[in-house]
């Protein structure tokens, strides 16, 4: 069997097992056994394969894994759906106390409790959104 098939199939177990990871390790090392098949297939003897493969998985795996895994814990950018409404401000367009409530906020309009059970908002004063629970925001007056 030739050499550059026992690379090739190398990289695909390799491939195969970081499916079932999701480390980013594994899937390098199948590149780097992609690299050294190329590198059989034109020829390169078997110690130069050898090294082909140790100097391209130590690359992938001391340069770009740590570049990979920063990208994937990045935070969030944005927020989407009910959690971007949070400290966003809003207005009272019925009285709201820690019972019940409406607010208007980017044109919609919200059922709304204060977040201070004590707190009784005017109608028409303005609001912070500090919390969406379920269907109702929780907010706070606007100083």
Same mark, same amino acid.
């Given at each position: ?7 090739? *199939?190398?990289?695909?177990? &390799? #491939?195969?097992? /970081? *499916? ?7 899937? &390098? ?7 050294? =098949? ?5 020829? &390169? ?9 140790? &100097?391209?998985?130590?690359? #992938? ?30 207005? =009272? ?23 201070? /059970? ?5 109608? #028409?004063?303005?609001?912070?959104? *500090?919390?969406? /629970? #379920? ?7 606007? /100083?």
């Amino acid at each position: 069997m030739d050499e550059w098939i026992v690379w090739v *199939i190398l990289a695909v177990v &390799l #491939g195969v097992a /970081e *499916i079932f990871t999701l480390t980013a390790a594994l899937g &390098l090392l199948g590149v780097a056994a992609l690299l050294t =098949a190329a590198g059989a297939a034109i020829g &390169l003897p078997v110690p130069l394969q050898l090294l082909v493969f140790a &100097l391209s998985s130590t690359a #992938g795996l001391f340069v770009v894994r740590p570049m990979a895994v920063r990208h994937i814990r990045q935070p969030q950018v944005q927020r989407f759906g009910v959690e971007a409404l949070v400290g966003k401000p809003a207005y =009272a367009i019925t009285q709201v106390t820690g019972r019940d409530g409406r607010i208007r906020v980017g044109g919609e309009e919200w059922s709304a409790r204060a977040y201070d /059970e004590t707190l009784v908002i005017p109608e #028409g004063a303005s609001v912070d959104i *500090i919390e969406i /629970e #379920g269907a109702t925001a929780l907010v706070y007056p606007r /100083e």
